[in-house]
């Protein structure tokens, strides 16, 4: 089975700041990788899927890339709604990562 | 804009059957381009994809291989609706259970939107 990693578990951040999330695939799983935001007492919320889309409505500091084994999250200029935990999921499989968490410095 | 919204009860006892269900507005259960999925959150697993159901001139099911049979997912076409049954709950099934729909008319399939979630806890 693919097993799905995210680095860090959890970060401090500052408004403005630039974040990267990192995850990390087992073995390959091309583009087929998605990322979702959950803020404390609500669903998941897609953002990225086929691990570069945008979805429709979600702001555009919020950028995805990778490939095969390795994907990143960037949120470019933090914004206070952005404090959230952010899964990856692996959109075949259905894995999701175990989460990291931005936490305000 | 496709919603989902959840109910069943909170509370379920040891070795008695959960059942949920997720009401669809803006979309049909029957769709060719849509699965319905039931996915779970505990702190102990994270995220966990239980089940789907779709429509290919016949209701069609795929199960996680960890439910063990436990799992029934059904749909209501004349409700417009599904449902999860989930048999022989433990306390280690204590989780926030949500709905969620599946895109899966082109290569790329991801969980939008999510139901609001139902907290479920298992005890007597």
Redesign the interface.
Known sequence: DIQMTQSPSSLAASLGDRVTITCRASQSVAN?L?W?QQRPG?????LI??AS?L?SGVPSRFSGSGSGTDFTLTISGLQPEDFATY?C?Q??S??????TTVHIK | QVQLEQSGPGLVKPSQTLSLACAISGDSVSAYDAAWNWIRQSPSRGLEWLGRIYYRSRWITDYAVFMNSRIIIKADASKNQFSLQLNSMTPDDTAVYYCARDDISGSYNYFDPWGQGTRVTVSS
């Open positions: 087929y998605n979702y609500e669903a998941p919320k897609l899927y086929a889309s979805r899964y999921q959109s075949y259905k894995i999701f990562g175990p989460g």
